[in-house]
């Protein structure tokens, strides 16, 4: 056999090969970007785990259930505190319905529950003042408004079938 016999094996494996290495760089793409999206998801639920049990301290929860009950009624400085409080309410809430609208496959009732934490927080009178407020001021993005007054004007989603009675 001669050298230019071998040209068509040769041809044939090195097609091979890069078919090999593309659908293996392309299996490792996917893990990746699977591995960053639940990293992604880890933060997010421990910034929310953070934020709610930031009312753990019972001085700071008397803060906000004041603050929900009348937030006209708190000084100054408790206004800034709840308002900052329920602002970091707002962020994480739309940072969970934006990850969760980009993923592949979407966490099913991950929506309706972030609308109802975003409609606890905001019902409350003190809440809606604070809503109010905040909203004429112009604080945040014009989506993240349309968002949530979506959210209020639909009120409380089901997310879990009627329990058995």
Sequence with gaps: MTLSEFTPIADLLAAMAVILTVAFLAY???????????????????????????????????????????????????????????EQGVHIYGNFLKHNNDLPKKLVGLDDACANMFHDLLTTPGGAQWWAETRSAGRFMPATYAVIDEILRKGRRPTAPPLPG
């Design 28 to 86: 490792e793409i996917r893990a990746s970007r699977k591995q960053a999206e639940l990293s992604n998801w880890r933060e997010l639920l421990q910034t929310l785990v953070d934020f709610k049990s930031s009312t753990n301290d019972l001085v700071f929860a008397d803060l906000v259930e004041r603050g929900h009950q009348d937030y006209a009624a708190l000084t100054p400085a408790e206004r800034r505190a709840f308002g900052l409080h329920l």
